[in-house]
């Protein structure tokens, strides 16, 4: 039997702090998408080359990710802010299934509650679908699926390969918004470069723009596994499932290091 020492507790601090995180996410990140593609937005005129303002968006969505990473947010949840992050934390037994499966319940109500304030934006919001991202016209779900499964792939062996050397570690955060100015030009046509099935969940909901929703989970999650089979080597390195803050871990034992430990 289960000692009560050992019975699972639900560690609601942890799940708000990552419910918060990844709305703030969704409503900085999504309100820089709004604002620099949406219909009447000076922005069209200020920077005409679409390529361009691509490379800042995904920049500085980049940067609200790391920022969050970096705050007293991150320092407690882990910043994982991604479903496919948390999969990935999970498959290297970093976390026990309950943990994770709660942290993407998380993720999904902060996305939602995070892009309502989307809707202040109106006309200019809507033009866009207030950032939801969809398959690309000329390119087909599976060719969609595949673009989601590459560029998560890059996430999350970027996110790993960092986390693993600890020299490396303190700049995990830095690498990601020039990580996604590099990947979202390159593949936003495809299917949007979501990499991250909360970020496409919350626009979803509040614009009805749930076309090929499937390939925003299937794509990360294949991406996800492919990642950690090709940097097992590394993997095997990584310590706690937090993307920064490495020395704040109260709840290095009843939670991250759960399964490890008792292996």
């Known amino acids: 039997m289960e000692s009560h020492k050992d019975k699972w507790e639900v560690p609601w601090r942890l799940l708000v702090f990552e419910m918060i995180g990844t709305g703030l996410l969704l409503v900085g990140g999504l309100s820089l998408v709004i604002f620099m593609f949406g219909a009447g937005s000076p922005m069209e005129q200020w920077i005409p080359s679409v390529v361009l303002r691509r490379i800042i968006t995904s920049f500085l969505f980049g940067c609200v990710g790391a920022t969050i990473a970096l705050s007293v947010v991150g320092k407690v949840s882990g910043a994982h802010i991604n479903p496919a992050v948390t999969f990935g934390f999970w498959m290297m037994k970093k976390m026990d299934g309950k943990t994770a499966a709660s942290y993407v319940l998380a993720q999904l109500a902060g996305a939602f509650l995070g892009c309502l304030p989307l809707l202040l934006w109106g006309a200019m919001g809507r033009s866009i679908d207030f950032g939801a991202t969809v398959p690309g016209a000329s390119y087909s779900l599976e060719a969609a699926m595949m673009g989601e499964a590459a560029t998560t792939f890059g996430l999350v062996a970027a996110l790993f390969v960092f986390i693993a050397f600890r020299r490396l570690r303190p700049f995990t955060p830095f690498m990601v918004p020039f990580?996604?100015?590099?990947?979202?030009?390159?593949?936003?046509?495809?299917?949007?470069?979501?990499?991250?099935?909360?970020?496409?969940?919350?626009?979803?909901?509040?614009?009805?723009?749930?076309?090929?929703?499937?390939?925003?989970?299937?794509?990360?999650?294949?991406?996800?596994?492919?990642?950690?089979?090709v940097c097992s080597r590394f993997t095997r390195r990584i310590e706690v499932a937090k993307l920064y803050h490495f020395g704040y871990e109260p709840y290095r034992r009843r939670i991250f290091h759960r399964m490890a430990a008792s292996k």
């Not at 979501?194 to 076309?211: E, K, L």
Request: net charge negative; no cysteine.
């Open 179 to 229: 990580l996604y100015a590099v990947m979202v030009p390159l593949e936003a046509d495809i299917s949007g470069t979501s990499t991250n099935p909360a970020r496409t969940f919350g626009p979803s909901i509040i614009s009805g723009r749930w076309d090929g929703w499937w390939v925003y989970w299937l794509g990360p999650l294949i991406g996800a596994v492919i990642a950690i089979v």
